[in-house]
Antibody
Framework: EVQLVESGGGLVQPKGSLKLSCAASGFDFNSYGMSWVRQAPGKGLDLVADISSKSYNYATYYADSVKDRFTISRDDSQSMVYLQMDNLKTEDTALYYC?????????WGQGTLVTVSS | DIVLTQSPALAVSLGQRATISCRASQSVSISRYNLMHWYQQKPGQQPKLLIYRASNLASGIPARFSGSGSGTDFTLTINPVQADDIATYYCQQSRESPPTFGGGTKLELK
C-alpha cells in the first residue's frame, strides 16, 4: 500500500523558514519523481515543486511564485522528499501535499499545514 | 502554462445526473491519449483520483462516475448522484509541463 506522510508544517512569521518532509513507502521510490502541491484556505490546487528520479538527473521544477525561495530535494536511501521554504510570505499559507506524479496524481498524503503570519 | 477552466458550482438533485465540464486553453490530447484527469475532494480530505486519461476509472471508484472528451473539452459525469458525492471536483492536465489544475467545481444539492 502506498503511503505518503507529510510533516514539518506550523506557524511561522513572514520572512521565516520552514522545512517540510514527506516519508514515502509502498512503491519503488527511487524510480519515480515526487511533487509538492499546495492548497490555500478555500482555494484550489497548485503545483509548487517537483523533482525527478535519479534516472532524470533529479531535475527540478518550481512554480514562479516560489522560485528562488523554495528548494525541493530527496533522499532515495530514506525514501524521503523535502521542501525547504525560505523567505516565507503570507500568501504561502496553505496545506501542502506530497504526491507522486505519474502523469496523474494517484496518491496523496494527508497534508501538512503551513501558516505564515505575524 | 495550460489553463483549465471549470464552472465554480453545480447544483444537482440526488438520483439525477451531474455533468461537470473542464475546458483547456489548448489541446491536451496526444494521438489517442487524452491527458486529462479528474479528482474528488471532500472537506478536510486530500484529493482522490477518480478518472485518468479522460475516461479510465481509477481503482475502487464506483461505476456511476465516468469521463469523456478530447482536445480541449472534457466532462466528468456522475449518474446517479448520491449524497456521498457532494464534494469539489478538479480537472488536471498532464499534456504539458507543468501539470495544471482547474479551479474546481463544487457540487451542491438542489
Amino acid at each position: 500500500e502506498v503511503q505518503l506522510v507529510e510533516s514539518g508544517g506550523g506557524l511561522v512569521q513572514p520572512k521565516g523558514s520552514l522545512k517540510l518532509s514527506c516519508a514515502a513507502s509502498g512503491f519503488d521510490f527511487n524510480s519515480y519523481g515526487m511533487s509538492w502541491v499546495r492548497q490555500a484556505p478555500g482555494k484550489g490546487l497548485d503545483l509548487v515543486a517537483d523533482i525527478s528520479s535519479k534516472s532524470y538527473n533529479y531535475a527540478t521544477y518550481y512554480a514562479d511564485s516560489v522560485k528562488d525561495r523554495f528548494t525541493i530535494s530527496r533522499d532515495d536511501s530514506q525514501s524521503m522528499v523535502y521542501l525547504q521554504m525560505d523567505n516565507l510570505k503570507t500568501e504561502d499559507t496553505a496545506l501542502y501535499y506530497c504526491t507522486v506524479p505519474w502523469g496523474w496524481f494517484a496518491y496523496w498524503g494527508q497534508g501538512t499545514l503551513v501558516t505564515v503570519s505575524s | 502554462d495550460i489553463v483549465l477552466t471549470q464552472s465554480p458550482a453545480l447544483a444537482v438533485s440526488l438520483g439525477q445526473r451531474a455533468t461537470i465540464s473542464c475546458r483547456a486553453s489548448q489541446s491536451v490530447s496526444i494521438s489517442r491519449y487524452n491527458l486529462m484527469h479528474w479528482y474528488q475532494q471532500k472537506p478536510g480530505q486530500q484529493p482522490k483520483l477518480l478518472i485518468y486519461r479522460a475516461s479510465n476509472l481509477a481503482s475502487g471508484i464506483p461505476a456511476r462516475f465516468s469521463g469523456s472528451g478530447s482536445g480541449t473539452d472534457f466532462t466528468l459525469t456522475i449518474n446517479p448522484v448520491q449524497a456521498d458525492d457532494i464534494a469539489t471536483y478538479y480537472c488536471q492536465q498532464s499534456r504539458e509541463s507543468p501539470p495544471t489544475f482547474g479551479g474546481g467545481t463544487k457540487l451542491e444539492l438542489k
